[in-house]
């Protein structure tokens, strides 16, 4: 079944201790992307990839990292929480960016940080 | 910039009366739009999208959208509402304006009532 999995889909931390969430996608996409869901706030873009070690920036970057070292896998590192990261967060995928290319989108990792 | 506005967070409407969800946009350039569902606890699917072919443009489960230049306007109808439509629903644009990167609305929560 073509899917994109996210893992964990609930997560309690504390401030400052590291975590990783990870996104796999088994469907060959180029493209894949992260956004937080805050309510009244849609959803916003966090980072976004075009292929293998290719990453860059999206609308809300600060105190987030990725990396794309395979194209299946791309994993949203956070290296300090902080309360305001608190959030819902997708991971997406699509043949490519540009034009009108569908986004899958995983389950959802819930995350909260006290 | 390009931006999405959705006019109403929550739309209450009875089971089998019309559905109209509006959405505006602004892009300097042709855009492509989406209309995305995000039902309880699960991730967003695509309902439909408009790719610069017919204005009118029919998804799944009844729903169409209707892209209007003059207006900047791309609102989702489904004539008769049914309990199953209760979800919420997001205004995407993409275009050379954003890089292809999708700018989400607010979303709007439709709730049905019996």
């Known amino acids: 079944e073509a899917q994109v999995t996210q893992n964990p889909r609930y997560l309690i931390t504390v401030t400052g201790k590291k975590l990783t969430v990870t996104c796999s996608q088994n469907?060959?996409?180029?493209?894949m992307s992260w956004y937080r869901q805050d309510p009244g706030l849609g959803l916003r873009q966090i980072y976004y990839?075009?292929?293998?070690?290719?990453?860059d920036k999206g609308d809300v970057p600060e105190g987030y990292k990725v990396s794309r070292k395979e194209k299946r896998n791309f994993p949203l590192i956070l290296e300090s929480p902080s309360p305001n990261q608190t959030s819902l967060y997708f991971c997406?995928?699509?043949?490519?960016?540009?034009?009108?290319?569908?986004?899958?989108f995983g389950p959802g990792t819930r995350l909260t940080v006290t | 910039a390009q931006s999405v506005t959705q006019l109403g967070s929550h739309v209450s409407v009875s089971e089998g009366a019309l559905v109209l969800l509006r959405c505006n946009y602004s892009?300097?350039?042709?855009?492509?739009l989406f209309w995305y569902v995000q039902y309880p606890n699960q991730g967003l699917q695509l309902l439909l999208k408009?790719?610069?072919?017919a204005t009118l443009v029919k998804g799944i489960n009844g729903f169409e959208a209707e892209f209007k230049k003059s207006e900047t306007s791309f609102h989702l109808t489904k004539p008769s509402a049914h309990m199953s439509d209760a979800a919420e629903y997001f205004c995407?644009?993409?275009?050379?304006?954003?890089?292809?990167?999708?700018?989400w609305g607010a979303g709007t929560k439709l709730i049905i009532k019996p």
């Open positions: 408009y790719t610069s072919a």
């Open positions: 995407a644009v993409s275009s050379l304006d954003s890089n292809y990167q999708l700018i």
């Open positions: 469907m060959n996409h180029e493209y």
């Open positions: 990839s075009m292929n293998v070690e290719v990453t």
């Open positions: 892009s300097s350039v042709p855009p492509y």
């Open positions: 997406a995928s699509s043949l490519g960016a540009g034009s009108s290319y569908e986004q899958y």
